[in-house]
């Protein structure tokens, strides 16, 4: 079947040591999205790639980087993880064209613990 | 500003009864909306979209919604409620000024307790 696929599902790390998430899917998504959430809250956006162009959301902190370097895969880095950067992380995808709204399709997320 | 609202955190319900969980939007032009859902450590589930045509959408699950312009609303509706149903429900509006990417601003969600 055709999914979003995150590794690992649980993730902990030390304060301060570097961290990689990672998504990839076999839907052929041109677009792929990292979100944070935290306690039932609503999914905030950090950044996206509209195929390979990189979209970083304002209020992203500079901690958090991305790469894409395919169409399936995509990879959440933070730098020096915070206890603040405790969260789960959540990777979508969706099939775009201008004009045409398609539904963003989630895998089952991260949770990240720093301790 | 584009916003969406869900009033209730917290929805009750018993099993087999209807269930409604609301949704406001607040847009400029032509809303396109979405509602998912979020069971435990689980990431978030399609359920629906409204993006033009008819006013009630169906979606999976047995869920519907009702898209209303006057009212600027799109609440979700299940004539039975279930169990099963009980997790968080999450409604979204296309970013009108998100460019080219449908990017989402969802609400601040809902919790569904069905009770047996």
């Known amino acids: 079947d055709a999914m979003v696929i995150q590794n690992p599902r649980y993730q902990v790390t030390q304060f301060g040591k570097p961290v990689t998430l990672s998504c990839s899917q076999t839907l052929n998504h041109n677009v792929m999205y990292w979100y944070q959430q935290k306690s039932s809250q609503a999914p905030k956006l950090l950044f996206h790639y509209y195929d390979k162009d990189f979209n970083n959301e304002a209020d992203t902190p500079d901690n958090f980087q991305s790469r894409r370097p395919n169409t399936s895969f995509c990879f959440l880095d933070i730098r020096s993880p915070g206890l603040g950067d405790a969260a789960m992380y959540l990777c979508?995808?969706?099939?775009?064209?201008?004009?045409?709204?398609?539904?963003?399709?989630f895998g089952p997320g991260t949770r990240l613990t720093v301790t | 500003a584009q916003s969406v609202a869900q009033p209730e955190d917290q929805v009750n319900v018993a099993e087999g009864n209807p269930l409604t969980v609301k949704c406001t939007y607040s847009v400029s032009g032509n809303p396109y909306l979405f509602w998912y859902v979020q069971y435990p450590n689980r990431g978030l589930q399609f359920l629906l979209k409204?993006?033009?045509?008819?006013?009630l959408v169906k979606g999976s699950y047995g869920f519907e919604a009702e898209f209303n312009k006057s009212q600027t609303s799109f609440h979700l509706k299940k004539p039975s409620a279930l169990v099963s149903d009980s997790a968080l429900y999450f409604c979204?509006?296309?970013?009108?000024?998100?460019?080219?990417?449908?990017?989402?601003?969802f609400g601040t969600g809902t919790l569904l307790a069905v009770q047996p």
């Open positions: 979508a995808t969706s099939r775009e064209r201008q004009g045409v709204s398609y539904e963003q399709y």
């Open positions: 409204y993006i033009t045509g008819d006013n």
């Open positions: 979204a509006v296309r970013d009108e000024y998100g460019g080219a990417t449908n990017k989402l601003i």
